[in-house]
């Protein structure tokens, strides 16, 4: 898997060529998601056919794999 980020000129940016931006209002945020998968996904049980699982002890169920 790869990721990629380009970035502009801060002069090219949004926030410098807006009414209210300004060239010192510019930043860099970055965020990257990942699936995974592994040994982590097989160790939940599997799901129940429970209509009603809060009927049992009023809480959620666990996770469980489907």
Same mark, same amino acid.
């Given at each position: 898997t790869e990721a990629a980020f380009q970035f502009a000129n801060v002069?090219?940016?949004y926030a410098a060529n807006s009414a209210q931006g300004?060239?010192?209002n510019? /930043?860099?945020?970055g965020f990257a998601a990942f699936e995974l998968q592994g040994p982590a996904q097989n160790a939940l049980p599997p799901c129940s056919g429970q209509a009603f699982p809060a009927d049992n002890n /009023?809480?959620?169920p666990p996770p469980c794999r489907k």
């Open positions: 002069a090219d940016s300004d060239v010192r510019t /930043g860099v945020i /009023g809480y959620a």
